[in-house]
């Protein structure tokens, strides 16, 4: 059996963000981590410019995957569990979507600048209550 790994037994089958969160947790101990929210901040501009400038599709899964790992990382330096504020936002989306579609019978067939005018007032009337 070879060297251990601090990364041993992080379970390959755990959701995506959850595994990632695992993985730099780990490798915190090791001393491999930022020292504050700043760094993984800074990687996420930087991974960004990276998915722009991606010349392919593969590149681009790519970078998108290494933003998506720089987000999870700045959410664990700013004690935040990526997993929970995720379903939070999806269940957000989800009510405010929904709430779209009861106000507007032709939701579907109208254009973009009509459905962003009901996601803004369906965002309004959740704020407020009335959603």
Known sequence: KGAQS???GVA???PALLRAEKLQKRAARTGFDWPDASGPR???DEELAEVETAA??????EEVGDLLFAVV???RKLNIDPEAALRAANAKFERRFKAMEAADAKFSERSLDEQEALWQHAKIGER???V
């Open 73 to 75: 990382n700045w959410a």
């Open 12 to 14: 390959v089958g755990l």
């Open 6 to 8: 601090a990364l041993d």
């Open 42 to 44: 800074a990687k996420i």
């Open 56 to 61: 392919s599709d593969p590149e681009r899964e």
């Open 128 to 130: 407020s209550g009335t």
